[in-house]
Structure formats: C-alpha cells, structure tokens
C-alpha cells in the first residue's frame, strides 16, 4: 500500500498541484471532517485514512477540528510521522507535543515573504504619511485632514528598526532601503549571516529601539515573544515613533501601546494582527491615524499557492527523502 497523507483545510489554489506532487509517491485524502472526534477516528485503527503518514494543515481547519495542540497529538496514531503546516507562523502547533509523540513539523518560509514584507510596506507608509486617515476623510465628504501636514514624515528622513531579520523581515529590509537616505538597523538574538552590509546590527534592544523611528515586528509567537514589545521597549523608543506589526497580535503589548498613542509617545501604528483574532480592540478604531487591516499579510493568490506547493513538497520529502527541508526551529 502506498504511504498515506491527509490535507486538513481548504485547499484554495493548489488543487491542480496536488496530483502532479504526489503521483506515484502517496495516496492522498482531503479531510471531511466535521469536528476533532471524527477527524482522529477516521485516522485511527479501521478508519479510512489508517496508516496515514503525514497531514498537511492550514489555520482554516482549526474551526472543525482545533489547533493541533497537546490533546490532538496525543490521539494521533503511530503511523502519523509528519504535520505540513501552510504558513510561516505555527503558533496553532504544539510544537513540544509534536516532538514528544516523535512527529516532524514543518512550515512554509520564504513563500511568505513577499506578501507580507509588502504589507509592512504598506503600513508603514500609511503610518507615516497618514494615508489611511487621509483616505477615510475623504470618504466621509472630507479632504485633507488638518493637522496631516505637521504630523506626516518621509521615509528618506527615518530610521526603520527591525525586530527579527528573518526571511520577511529582510525582504522588508530590502524594500524600504530603495528610499535615498534612509537607515536600517536591526535586532536578532545574532546578526544574521545574509544581512546586507547597510543593515546594522543591535545586539542589545534597548539601544536598538532608542535609535528607531519605526518599528516594524518580524518575530514568532511562541512563549519567549508574547509582549515581547512591551511598556519598557515601547517607552524606550523615541517621542513620536511608529509601530508597524505583520507578525503576530501577542507579539505585542497592546495595552501598552495604547497607551503610548493616547499619550503621544507613539504618533501612530500599522497593524495588519491582533492578539484576539477576529475580533479587534475597539480602541485602536479611535485613533484616526493608525492604520488597521484584518490579517491580509498573505491574502493573495500566487502567495498561497506558494504556500500550499510548498507544505505539499515537505510531504514529499519526507516520504521520498526521509526528511522535509522546511523543518521549524525547535527540531533543528
């Protein structure tokens, strides 16, 4: 019989892909599904999916059947060897679960890079030049709004701090070093080994955010990071910076931020996440210029079909290889 895989959640764009990546390799399931308890017994001893070898996943399908957390990988059986997960970030992944039930976990970088790095673009220069709020007074019958020309700044005039020189936040870094004039630095918990030689490192935090204007958050969520942006680092910036955050919602202390926009610490913030997804803090909609998008960081076609092809391909590898190249962190 041939090795066995379970696609877990929506496969939008990649659908034509699947045959073409797993003929001759595996036999492949789309999951059907309805809740958690049906999705283990179709994988368990009898069901139909028995012997299933690996399972791709998509956050999607944490709606019928949950995060894969601690409970969902203790009901997995042995066969299962491999989770494919579509996305850079796998916070719905217990990853220490995995690990002690001898399961592989892999995610999708690189794929992502493009359609988010442009989304931090994007709130950048809404946040700094206030497009956002400018926008929404034309809509409602208005033009300019009063006070844009004292308060908006061009981006050759700043200096852009990123939080996590990985693969997003170097494309990121790329992007904004096309405006003349404009500083990079940066902070990793070490430089890192493809940093431009414009890009500065800082190793220590609080140096490095007393020299941002802008803020822009490319790290992980996992226990180390929630509010990893606290009330200390937010008040270590300077008077009148900015925040952009693509990353996660828990990344960042939100309470904390907002208190720095009510008070002025912080003039303005692009956030495109949030720590209680869907669901936004009401207070962040009365500030006129922050800029708010619901987690369209990587809502386009070529990007997740990349995405998709890519997670399959981890599948692949593992069946034919023996190993995945997109391995997390925590395995290597």
Known sequence: MSPRVVLAGEVQWGKEEV???????????????????????????????????GIYRE???????????????????????????????????????AKERGIYVSNTPGAVDEATAT????????????????????????WVPPDVCGIARDMSTRTIGVLGMGGIGLYYANLVHAFPGLRVVYH????????PTWAEYHSDPIKFLEATDVLSIHCPLNEQTVNLVS?????????GSVIINTARGKVLD??????ALEDGHIASAGLDVFPDEPQVNPRLKEFPQVCLLP??????????????????????????????KDLVKEFK
């Open 19 to 53: 045959p073409k990546i797993f003929a001759g390799v595996a036999e492949y399931f789309y999951d059907d599904s309805p809740d958690r308890a049906t999705f283990l017994k179709n994988l368990g001893p009898g069901g139909k999916w028995e012997g299933t070898v």
């Open 59 to 97: 956050n999607g399908s944490s709606t019928r059947i949950g995060i894969f957390d601690k409970e969902l990988f203790a009901g997995l059986p042995n066969s299962v060897k491999w989770i494919a997960h579509n996305g850079a970030g796998y916070d719905q992944i217990d990853v220490l679960a």
């Open 119 to 142: 989304t931090a673009l994007y709130l950048t220069l809404s946040a700094l030049r206030r497009y956002s709020q400018s926008e929404r007074n034309l809509y409602s019958g208005g």
């Open 188 to 195: 990793n918990r070490k430089p890192h080994a493809d940093a």
């Open 231 to 239: 009330e200390e680092w937010i008040r270590a910036m300077k008077p």
């Open 254 to 259: 939100e309470v904390a931020l907002i208190r």
């Open 295 to 324: 987690h369209v960081g990587t809502e386009n076609r070529d990007s997740r079909l990349r995405m998709e092809v890519r997670a399959f391909n981890n599948l692949k590898d593992y069946i034919t290889k023996g190993m995945g």
